[in-house]
DNA sequence: TATGAATGAGGGTTCATTCAT
DNA sequence: CATGAATGAACCCTCATTCAT
């Protein structure tokens, strides 16, 4: 199923490591293709056999981005909380307890990239709302779960997406405040939102 | 009170509004120092003559943004909706108007250059925030303006940091799909969220 | 006689000040012309009103240590020493005592200079040799004050010379180690040379 | 023992030859690096591949001088004299004859550079100690070997160390004046020291 | 396939100097 | 005469990428 963990695999995977690291650490354009050599280990031209070009080796980041959503964000949220509606909570908790440690830097690496290559690299856009998708998918599906304890009108699609809102918009305010205040405030109005919600769904006529 | 506009006024202000430009369009370290000086019609000197670093400039670019945010973003917003809630919604309205026909390009230059350098530049850090800060001031405002409309256990400040989660959480999706629908998702779901609190602090005992 | 101390007087003086003590330590090139302004307290059009180029301040720059000659390098070794050939090692001490709580920084402000334009500089290189010239002249007059203490058939013009080649040849020897063993080295032989040539002096024919 | 003359190392050589000749003909920070590039037939990134800065390919240029000092400096002189105190005179007039046709231009490359970047490059200045003392060093093997014509108890590492002071100074003032007389003077003078020596150690004690 | 030198456009910045006020 | 903005060539260096071995 997957090849040998041939050189070629190794170097490959030890390029993705380390230009993954380093775009969500310093941002794409801040980072030469050279440190990623140099980090990696690696010569240009091993690096341009296996990726056409800087470009091409974001999408790859990317791609394994959309990898790890399971195993790394959302596995270990289901793994501690069962709760569905405790999920929503759990999983921005969890970024709390990443990037808490490290005062709010970095942020989050896909909205990162959101925002500084969006417009400069249309075939970039497609891979990072794969990304936002499949992380709303897994809240969407919470929700889902949650069942009539939500509202029959709310819109569970909205609300979803408005959970990454969230945590995007409150881990950028963390991030230029370098406090958990901002990003603790929003998450706690999304709280009481779902209070109220939860509320509504437990008042549906019976 | 204000600088005479003198030749070198026009100069800094050319200088200025290409910078401001070009770091929304492209971000700032996409942005060549080079292309500034032609966008804007000067020479390097000139420029660094009153700027002493592409990283200066940035910091000026920041403080134009804080003396414009009444002018630009918050006057009209008050001149045309007088409810101090629905100037909230209101604000979200301006930046769905001014991006929608961009198809959501570009996104908020504050954000922008808060994901893109508040960690390498510390300080240009303070300035974001203060961006940020003077914002959420104009909502905490109008969130106090409407009194008891809201809860009396609410909190205010959180509320108001949560208004600017949401334009920039959503703007950023809003980016990344090309597309008004999960700006609009999560502006919705405030609106829900708000109509609750106005419930609540209508049903306040009397 | 001299022109009244006018605050343009006072400007010209700040400058070569400056300029003189930004040569000596950085060398001509290395030091820029926004550095004289900046340590001169000066804007760029005074120093243009009053030098018409870089270049031409380095030649005021010369003429002022032809000025100094005297009261800064030959006066204070001939008012603490009478002996005349004394006075010779008095000089090539006064330049360790000058140098040496520095380890032998800066070097010979002519020297340097002589290295660094005399090529470039054609307008310049006559500016060096007349410093050395007078300097030589210095030296030249103590061996004639000598008298016959010297041998009659002794080159003084040449043995004048060589006295600059010790301090010059020794001084930047002493730069290379930062140490006064190779300038003390040179001097030291100098000495044994003068003891050989008193010797022969004084065994003249009666 | 050498790396094969792969094309790398041609290009250093075009790198290391063009850089000698300009530092020595323009000075180190009259040469600008385009320059370099221009007369090595070489483009910056080739450069700064093969040495990571100006700074080090000044190291690498002394470096080299270090090698060349036998093969170019000393081994003519002593091939074309076998008398150890004559091997002396004839390394002075060995540079009498290159930089006559000059007039005196250039100088000695490693002087200049002493003068020039000694206090401004910490790291050079060791590079430039070693030039010196290599030289140092072959002289004072002749003065070795000159054995007991020269007194038991002269000092020959000062002797030897004299003999650089006088090639520098002698060079230095030459150059100022374009003209041989300086040169001749000190080299005249250090002659007649010698003399005296030679007459001193053949007269010791039977 | 791995290596690392070569490519050459462009990076941000400083230079000596001029000029309008 | 002072001011400091304007000039534009040149500064040293890094960029993403290619190519010969």
Redesign the pocket.
Known sequence: MSPPPT??TD?RSRILDAAARLFHEQGF?A???????REA?????????????????LAAVLERYTELLHPVVMAPVEARTSDPVERVFALLQQYREWFSPLDFRLGCPIGNLALEVADSHPEIRPLIKANFDGWIAYVRKWLDEAGDRLPADLDRDQLAGTVLTIMEGGLMQARSSRSAAAYDASVSQLRSYFDFLLTRGAARPG
Not at 31 to 37: D, E, K, M, Q
């Open positions: 050189p070629a170097t354009n980072t030469g293709v050279s440190t990623i050599l280990g690696v010569n240009p031209g091993s690096l341009y056999n296996l990726f056409p070009s800087k470009d091409a080796l």
